[in-house]
């Protein structure tokens, strides 16, 4: 028991002199902080020491849970205005500095109109920033080498930072070779391969994070979540959100877990979550019963459902069951108006932080 408590107490030592550690790097990265509060990932880096934890010794009764209040919705939509004021200060002063504004370029193939929504609000949100946006507009059946082309050009554009392939792109073109053809100093969408093998490994920071996970990350830190040693549950594994938000959160010091199509027992695992972040695109997949209660949910599913009572014939859910989940859960986003306005302020803040990293502008 001595021992026990005395490690503890180390832990907490070092725990304390992180905290202390990293505010004080926090403070150097001084032009980051002035929009984003999540540090560099190099700063969050601890070795691991492990210690006996009681909460491994099975012989010890299950905590009894007597959570019983409504969930705090976490306005996405209001942290991502005031993310982009900020953004729009420091574009303002740069123009102001240098005579220079970041510049974003983005490719959209097809007439999706769930793609043409998403473009136009992200083109929008550049304007009111004030950061410069061009849009490349391909028919379903253009060719290959043709968006190869206007990639290639966007790449030696000097005035423009971060490049933008909207997605999904028609079968019929190569994905992969699309996306690896972008410069990785413009990948703003931060799914370049070095930028992903950066995020995964300790002791490297990417150039830029995925867009959707960076602002989940973002969202549970302005919402006062901890993150570090908590059980976490991701849900859905593709390579723009899944994936992204899985690492992150082990870069931040979550135990995560990740449930896909082919995992067994998906709502047994889900239940000892801590965070659960859901981004299967199945509408209301996640069911009350796969929610601890008291946990933090973050839905980033966007599913249209067919609603006659709606003025466009449809509304928008996400993976989560809200009405079950609300009254369970200690916080939870909502759809729309949660992860959606944050993913579009971080596609903002990547394209600052690559403008200033091209002008090398503090």
């Known amino acids: 028991m001595i021992k026990m408590i005395m490690a503890r ?19 150097l990265h001084s032009y980051s902080s002035k929009v ?3 540090p560099p990932l190099v700063y969050l880096d601890l070795s691991d020491v ?5 909460s491994h010794d099975h012989s010890l009764p299950p905590p009894v849970c007597s959570y019983q209040r409504s969930a705090t919705v976490i306005d ?6 005031g993310i982009r004021s900020s953004i729009a200060g420091e574009v303002k002063r740069m123009k102001d500095s240098i005579g220079k504004v970041p510049g974003l370029a983005v490719i959209l193939v097809g007439q999706r ?8 609000n992200k083109i929008k949100a550049c304007e009111e920033a ?11 059946d253009c060719t290959e080498d043709e968006v190869l082309d206007a990639l290639s050009n966007f790449n030696e554009d000097i005035s423009i930072h971060g490049i933008l392939v909207q997605l999904p792109l028609p079968q019929h073109l190569d994905e992969g070779k699309i996306l690896d053809a972008v410069c990785l100093e413009k990948d703003v969408d931060g799914i370049h391969p070095v930028n992903m093998g950066n995020l995964a490994m300790r002791g490297r920071e990417p150039l830029s994070i ?4 960076k602002g989940c990350i973002e969202l549970l830190i302005r919402s ?8 976490a549950v991701v849900i859905g594994r593709s390579n723009i959100v899944g994936l992204p938000t899985s690492l992150l959160l082990q870069r931040h010091h979550a135990t995560v877990s990740i449930i896909h199509a082919f995992t067994e027992n998906p709502e047994r695992i889900t239940n000892k979550a801590d965070i659960v972040v859901t981004a299967a695109g199945v509408p209301n997949l996640v069911r009350g019963s796969w929610l601890k209660p008291g946990a933090v949910v973050l839905d980033v599913g966007t599913c249209p459902v067919e609603d006659a009572s709606c003025e466009f014939g449809y509304r928008l859910v996400g993976d989560v069951c809200y009405e079950e989940a609300v009254g369970l859960v200690s916080a939870i986003t909502p759809v729309p108006g949660g992860v959606g306005p944050m993913t579009i302020a971080m596609l903002l803040s990547n394209t600052l932080d690559s403008a200033r990293r091209a002008y090398d502008f503090t």
């Not at 107490?9 to 403070?27: E, F, P, T, V």
């Not at 004030?130 to 379903?140: M, N, Q, R």
């Open 9 to 27: 107490s180390r832990m907490r030592r070092i725990g304390m002199a992180w905290q202390k550690g990293l505010i004080k790097k926090m403070r």
């Open 36 to 38: 984003i509060m999540s």
């Open 50 to 54: 492990w210690t006996h934890n009681s």
């Open 76 to 81: 996405g939509k209001s942290i991502a205005e």
């Open 113 to 120: 109109r769930d793609s043409q929504t998403y473009v136009h």
């Open 130 to 140: 004030g950061i410069k946006s061009v849009v490349s507009l391909f028919p379903d």
């Open 210 to 213: 995925s867009c959707t996970a």
């Open 224 to 231: 006062g979540v901890k993150i570090m040693g908590k059980n």
